[in-house]
């Protein structure tokens, strides 16, 4: 198992912002990670990267635990935040290089940066300053620096968020062959349409996991109580959270 949640917990103050999640996420899934905004996932991500500490619970990310192996889990896996950090005055070669220089990289860094400036199609734009780019482009920038070392578990909250859809859908393509190449994925969506392209999927509402399976396993779940044979991730959704869907809350901010 890639990633192992039990119980996990966070409080801050009186307000809790995940509530008893366990979850498992196996070698090689793509696990999407579901809910309205202030569900909680963010939350959850930083426990699994070890950023934030839990109140309760434990966990274990690829063999080492959340709370006493932190450096051992950050050094490990590719985090790209909401808020990622890319240096807009340098060009797209540069901030990789700069990456490359962080991290331990296997091989030489000049042939790591030219390798993914290849796979994410960034050659022609490598001398532009990130400023310069469209915020898919940056995205897509951000994403590649996360690879930098070929982490074997990759975390993205909401990568393709504000993305046109040609760009999501290059995206996805770019994550499915991560995955097929053993990277385990984690990520987060508002997208049901992407929801239903992962090997796993969990619903999380106001800090609990209401949901959670394969996306078959969902659907037979859900079949004879939405009184339907193929139950959509949003239909499911909408019935666990009784919240409309992840795109209506979000639109309603
Ligand atoms: N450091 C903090 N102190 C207090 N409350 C916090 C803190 N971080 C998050 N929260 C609260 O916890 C809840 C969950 O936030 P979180 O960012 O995890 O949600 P989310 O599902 O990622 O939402 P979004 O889709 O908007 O990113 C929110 O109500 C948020 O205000």
Request: hydrophobic share 40%; proline share 3%; with cysteine.
């Amino acid at each position: 198992m890639v990633i192992r949640l039990d119980s996990l917990t966070k409080r801050f103050g009186a307000f809790t912002a995940v509530d008893g999640v366990s979850l498992e996420v196996k070698e090689g899934e793509v696990c999407g990670l579901i809910g309205a905004n202030g569900a909680g996932k963010t939350t959850l991500i930083r426990m699994i990267c070890g950023i934030l500490r839990p109140t309760r619970g434990e966990g274990s990310v690829l063999g080492y635990d959340i709370v006493k192996e932190r450096d051992a889990i950050r050094h490990r896996i590719g985090y790209m935040s909401q808020k990622f950090s890319l240096y807009s005055d340098m060009t797209v070669e540069e901030n990789l290089r700069f990456f490359a220089g962080l991290y331990p990289v296997k091989g030489s860094s000049a042939d790591r940066v030219e390798e993914l400036l290849e796979r994410f199609d960034l050659e022609e734009m490598k001398k532009q300053r990130v400023e310069n780019l469209a915020g898919g482009w940056r995205q897509r920038v951000a994403f590649a620096s996360s690879m930098i070392h070929s982490p074997s578990l990759l975390i993205l909250d909401e990568p393709t968020s504000g993305v046109d859809p040609v760009t999501r859908r290059s995206f996805w393509d770019l994550l499915y062959g991560l995955a097929e190449e053993g990277t385990t994925v984690l990520v987060t969506t508002h997208y049901m349409s992407e929801a239903e392209q992962c090997d796993r999927v969990a619903m999380l509402n106001r800090g609990r996991l209401v949901a959670e399976g394969t996306v078959p396993d969902l659907r037979n779940r859900f079949a004879e109580i939405l009184h339907t044979p193929r139950p959509t991730l949003e239909g499911i959704f909408i019935h666990t959270t009784g919240e409309g869907s992840a795109d209506d809350n979000r639109a309603r901010g």
